[in-house]
């Protein structure tokens, strides 16, 4: 059986194209959507719609060139005082990690209309990171994936902010990905993990994963009962 691509997660847009699902994503997630420690109140909106206009609604590419100090610096700009210290590292990181999170959101809900149970993970080409690597072509079930992240997108800001900053320090740690490597079983991601909201992409702060759409006879022909728990 071929299999079904829907472009997902990274899309390599044009500016002045609007991602239509990152929008609607947006709107849902706004309200408790956690960006950085010390970007709270008028400040974390600012920023919100910094990235709303530049990033989701022009459709600027995260990857590849990536943003140029100019983006960096108009962020600084827009948000004011808050960041206006914050190297150039950090300024990309609140970037990248917001934007592929409001993209991933979105598709991953317009794969559960579109009644998908399965998503691939594709890591992003050049130097990944072990988890990356660890998960790179791997399946998980979209209707986990869904709840996990309409799960956190209800959480407070800054209990959203303390769970995200937790599963990304868990999963970098040499002894997580090994018991992930281990517990993948035919490339399927075991349920249990995916529901605590790890191996969800972004996994990492510059993460350039991305997630497709399959059909479920290209997955479900390895799932055994281990890849459900």
Same mark, same amino acid.
């Given at each position: 059986?071929? *299999?079904?691509?829907? !472009?997902?997660?990274?899309?390599?847009?044009? +500016?002045?194209?609007? +991602?239509?699902? &990152?929008?609607?994503?947006?709107? $849902?997630?706004?309200?408790?959507?956690?960006?950085? @420690?010390?970007?709270? @109140?008028? %400040?974390?909106?600012? &920023?919100? +719609?910094?990235?709303?206009?530049?990033?989701?609604? =022009?459709?600027? &590419?995260?990857?590849? !060139?990536?943003?140029?100090?100019?983006?960096?610096?108009?962020? !600084? =700009? %827009?948000?004011?005082? $808050?960041?206006?210290?914050?190297?150039? *590292?950090?300024?990309?990181?609140?970037?990248?990690?917001?934007?592929?999170?409001?993209?991933?959101? @979105?598709?991953?809900?317009?794969?559960?209309?579109?009644?998908?149970?399965?998503?691939?993970?594709?890591?992003?080409?050049?130097?990944? !990171?072990?988890?990356?690597? %660890?998960?790179?072509? $791997?399946?998980?079930?979209?209707?986990?994936? &869904?709840?996990?992240?309409?799960?956190?997108?209800?959480?407070?800001?800054?209990?959203?902010?303390?769970?995200?900053?937790?599963?990304?320090?868990?999963?970098? $740690?040499?002894?997580?990905?090994? /018991?992930?490597?281990?517990?993948?079983?035919?490339?399927?991601?075991?349920? /249990?993990?995916?529901? =605590?909201?790890? #191996?969800?992409?972004?996994?990492?702060?510059? #993460?350039? #994963?991305?997630?497709?759409?399959? +059909?479920? *006879?290209?997955?479900? @022909?390895?799932?055994? %009962?281990? /890849?459900?728990?």
């Amino acid at each position: 059986m071929s *299999e079904i691509v829907v !472009r997902v997660s990274q899309p390599r847009l044009q +500016d002045e194209v609007v +991602d239509t699902r &990152a929008h609607r994503a947006l709107v $849902t997630l706004r309200p408790n959507f956690y960006l950085n @420690g010390r970007l709270t @109140g008028d %400040a974390r909106e600012r &920023a919100i +719609d910094f990235l709303e206009r530049e990033y989701i609604d =022009k459709g600027r &590419a995260l990857f590849g !060139r990536g943003p140029s100090p100019e983006m960096l610096n108009d962020l !600084r =700009k %827009a948000v004011g005082g $808050t960041i206006a210290n914050f190297s150039d *590292e950090e300024v990309l990181r609140i970037i990248c990690f917001a934007t592929q999170r409001v993209r991933t959101f @979105g598709n991953v809900m317009q794969l559960r209309q579109g009644r998908y149970k399965w998503a691939k993970i594709v890591s992003h080409r050049g130097p990944a !990171r072990p988890i990356c690597n %660890a998960l790179n072509e $791997t399946f998980f079930r979209v209707r986990v994936a &869904a709840e996990v992240l309409e799960e956190i997108a209800a959480l407070p800001v800054a209990d959203q902010g303390y769970f995200i900053r937790q599963i990304i320090e868990i999963g970098q $740690t040499e002894d997580f990905v090994q /018991s992930l490597r281990l517990s993948i079983d035919n490339r399927i991601v075991p349920e /249990s993990f995916t529901e =605590k909201g790890f #191996c969800i992409p972004p996994l990492h702060e510059l #993460c350039g #994963c991305r997630i497709e759409g399959v +059909d479920k *006879e290209e997955v479900e @022909g390895r799932v055994s %009962a281990n /890849s459900l728990f």
